[in-house]
């Protein structure tokens, strides 16, 4: 479904948004214990809301994802 171009009776729209999550200060705290959790519990939260990641990437610091 990456790249699906939706459409309306008068549209055509393809709607993909860039979400940074970062922790308060930029805390260090992504690529240790927590990494494995926070992936989980954002891929439960995007299938329930039914959101499609099409790119997620964890750095020391902070989450890219690029959802659709």
Do not use: W
């Not at 891929?43 to 990437?57: G, N, S």
């Amino acid at each position: 479904m990456k790249n699906e171009i939706k459409n309306t009776a008068h549209s055509k729209y393809r709607c993909q948004y860039h979400i940074v999550f970062a922790p308060k200060y930029r805390r260090k705290v992504i690529y240790k214990e927590l990494r494995a959790d926070i992936g989980q519990i954002i891929r439960k939260l995007c299938e329930e809301k039914k959101v499609e990641i099409l790119e997620a990437q964890a750095c020391p610091d902070h989450i890219h994802m690029l959802v659709s």
